[in-house]
């Protein structure tokens, strides 16, 4: 499925208490704070949440979110490389046949200080459906 067809589907949460959202922080990142607030938060809203942590490969994100039948890959990264780690993410969900997952990303995503909405093209451009700013400082 290309991205123009993707982006015409209705993609959003229904069941809150039967979806299950997948997290982690993306590569060689091993910053956790983040991580466990974001589990501690969409479990209290009651989400099923399976959290992979830090250090998590694309391709255990992808194993995850198959075996758990999930809606969402939530994908953090605070270490400044997650443009590098994150290419490709959206290709490899095709080719495993996840093409309706949801792929959300955030965190401070690149090195040093570019205006987020630079940010945010570079990632929606790499098929990403919402891009997160660092909303702690
Ligand atoms: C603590 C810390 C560390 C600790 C981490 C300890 C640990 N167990 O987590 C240690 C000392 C290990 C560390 C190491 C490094 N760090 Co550090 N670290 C920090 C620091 C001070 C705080 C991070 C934190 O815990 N924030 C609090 C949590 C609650 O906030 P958060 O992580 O941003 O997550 C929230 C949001 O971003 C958002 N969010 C995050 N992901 C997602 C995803 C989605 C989908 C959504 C919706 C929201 C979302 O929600 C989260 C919860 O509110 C930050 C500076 C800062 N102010 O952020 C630097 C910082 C992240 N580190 C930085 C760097 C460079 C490094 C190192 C590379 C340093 C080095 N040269 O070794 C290494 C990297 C090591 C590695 N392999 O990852 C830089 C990154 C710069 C960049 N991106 O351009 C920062 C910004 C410091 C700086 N100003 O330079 N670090």
Same mark, same amino acid.
């Given at each position: 499925?290309?991205?123009?067809?993707?982006?015409?589907?209705?993609?959003?949460?229904?069941?809150?208490?039967? !979806?299950?959202?997948?997290? =982690?922080?993306?590569?060689?990142?091993?910053?956790? +704070?983040?991580?466990? @607030? $974001?589990?501690?938060?969409?479990?209290?809203?009651?989400?099923?949440?399976?959290?992979?942590?830090?250090?998590?490969?694309?391709?255990?994100?992808?194993?995850?979110?198959?075996?758990?039948?999930?809606?969402?890959?939530?994908?953090?990264?605070?270490?400044?490389?997650? !443009?590098?780690?994150?290419? =490709?993410?959206?290709?490899?969900?095709?080719?495993? +046949?996840?093409?309706? @997952? $949801?792929?959300?990303?955030?965190?401070?995503?690149?090195?040093?200080?570019?205006?987020?909405?630079?940010?945010?093209?570079?990632?929606?451009?790499?098929?990403?459906?919402?891009?997160?700013?660092?909303?702690?400082?």
């Amino acid at each position: 499925m290309n991205q123009e067809n993707r982006s015409n589907q209705k993609l959003e949460f229904r069941n809150m208490d039967q !979806d299950t959202i997948i997290l =982690g922080v993306i590569g060689a990142d091993c910053h956790s +704070v983040g991580n466990k @607030i $974001l589990e501690l938060f969409f479990t209290a809203e009651g989400f099923k949440v399976l959290n992979l942590g830090v250090m998590v490969s694309q391709q255990e994100f992808i194993n995850a979110a198959i075996e758990t039948n999930a809606k969402a890959i939530f994908v953090s990264s605070l270490y400044g490389h997650g !443009d590098i780690d994150c290419q =490709g993410f959206r290709d490899l969900c095709l080719e495993k +046949v996840l093409d309706r @997952i $949801l792929l959300y990303v955030g965190g401070n995503l690149v090195v040093g200080k570019t205006p987020f909405e630079i940010v945010e093209e570079k990632f929606k451009k790499m098929g990403f459906d919402r891009v997160f700013p660092q909303t702690s400082t």
